[in-house]
């Protein structure tokens, strides 16, 4: 199972300041007891079923030219920049 001293060392690792590990200990004990039941469901004998299609039976790739600038078609676009939304 997962450790407290675990939670913090993969915090640091992607450095996410967290202040208090216990509350994610506690749901990360929830997730990881989920995998368990996952785990001990018997799918083995399962059929799954699978949806095969010929190559012959796909649609053919066509190249299509475009001949004016993509960048150009920006609606933000100005000079040699692309304005970007603010990010909150």
């Not at 190559?55 to 475009?66: M, Q, S």
């Amino acid at each position: 199972m997962v450790t407290k001293e675990d939670i913090e060392h993969v915090a640091r690792l992607m450095r996410i300041d967290i202040e208090n590990a216990d509350e994610y200990f506690d749901r990360i004990q929830k997730i990881l007891s989920y995998f368990d039941i996952l785990d001990k469901a018997n799918i083995s004998d399962e059929e799954i079923p699978v949806q095969q299609i010929a190559i012959d039976d796909l649609r053919e790739d066509k190249h299509i030219a475009f001949d004016d600038k993509l960048i150009e078609q920006l609606k933000n676009y100005k000079g040699q920049y692309v304005r970007a939304p603010k990010m909150n």
